[in-house]
């Protein structure tokens, strides 16, 4: 499949949930209740996210409280950017908590507030997608504006989750991507 293909069964397969997910953080009653269900990576069946579900729940437990003590600040931030920077400071401190579950976190409070990325944030997953399509393995985020245009119809936080779910199926320089089961892959399954 091409990239062009993969942005396609995205929207039509994976889109519809991860649009879903988002709208029920929005609409929880309080920013402290979308923060409990961000911090225990609960979704909307009541279940945590298949790829947190390794996280100790000490550290939960640690990361629950961390934002909770913090939701004044956190309700403060104007833009993603701001909301990212402030939830890293926070949870980076507790042991077991990782640059994925920041950006999950981030995401789905940032879904309550009305703030969303502009930019593509690179964790582990998305840091092999973004690798294989020929970035910096290094950097924090990358613009849409310098991803194949064929991404650029995505809003940034689907890029990236594209770039996690097939980052085992990029080929550096090749148009050709092989899709592979992305059910578990996602952060909103």
Same mark, same amino acid.
């Given at each position: 499949?091409?990239?062009?293909?993969?942005?396609?069964?995205?929207?039509?397969?994976?889109?519809?949930?991860?649009?879903?997910?988002?709208?029920?953080?929005? #609409? @929880?009653?309080? /920013?402290?209740? =979308?923060?409990?269900?961000?911090?225990?990576?609960?979704? %909307?069946?009541?279940? $945590?996210? !298949?790829?947190?579900?390794?996280? #100790? @729940?000490?550290? /939960?437990?640690? =990361?629950?409280?961390?934002?909770?003590?913090?939701?004044? %600040?956190?309700?403060? $931030?104007? !833009?993603?950017?701001?909301?990212?920077?402030?939830?890293?400071?926070?949870?980076?401190?507790?042991?077991?908590?990782?640059?994925?579950?920041?950006?999950?976190?981030?995401?789905?409070?940032?879904?309550?507030?009305?703030?969303?990325?502009?930019?593509?944030?690179?964790?582990?997953?998305?840091?092999?997608?973004?690798?294989?399509?020929?970035?910096?393995?290094?950097?924090?985020?990358?613009?849409?504006?310098?991803?194949?245009?064929?991404?650029?119809?995505?809003?940034?936080?689907?890029?990236?989750?594209?770039?996690?779910?097939?980052?085992?199926?990029?080929?550096?320089?090749?148009?050709?991507?092989?899709?592979?089961?992305?059910?578990?892959?996602?952060?909103?399954?």
């Amino acid at each position: 499949m091409t990239i062009k293909a993969v942005v396609r069964a995205y929207i039509k397969e994976i889109r519809p949930h991860a649009q879903a997910e988002l709208d029920w953080f929005r #609409r @929880q009653l309080t /920013l402290d209740s =979308a923060i409990r269900q961000a911090a225990f990576a609960v979704n %909307s069946q009541g279940r $945590r996210y !298949s790829h947190q579900r390794r996280l #100790r @729940q000490t550290s /939960l437990i640690q =990361a629950r409280q961390a934002l909770l003590a913090n939701s004044k %600040s956190i309700e403060q $931030r104007k !833009s993603f950017d701001d909301l990212f920077d402030l939830i890293d400071a926070i949870l980076r401190p507790i042991s077991g908590i990782g640059e994925l579950y920041i950006y999950d976190t981030s995401l789905r409070i940032g879904a309550k507030l009305n703030l969303l990325s502009t930019k593509v944030y690179l964790h582990s997953g998305t840091r092999v997608g973004a690798k294989a399509l020929g970035f910096e393995s290094k950097a924090k985020t990358l613009e849409v504006s310098a991803l194949p245009k064929d991404l650029q119809q995505l809003e940034p936080h689907e890029i990236e989750d594209v770039l996690c779910i097939f980052n085992a199926s990029f080929k550096e320089a090749s148009p050709q991507i092989v899709v592979r089961d992305s059910s578990d892959r996602s952060w909103c399954c």
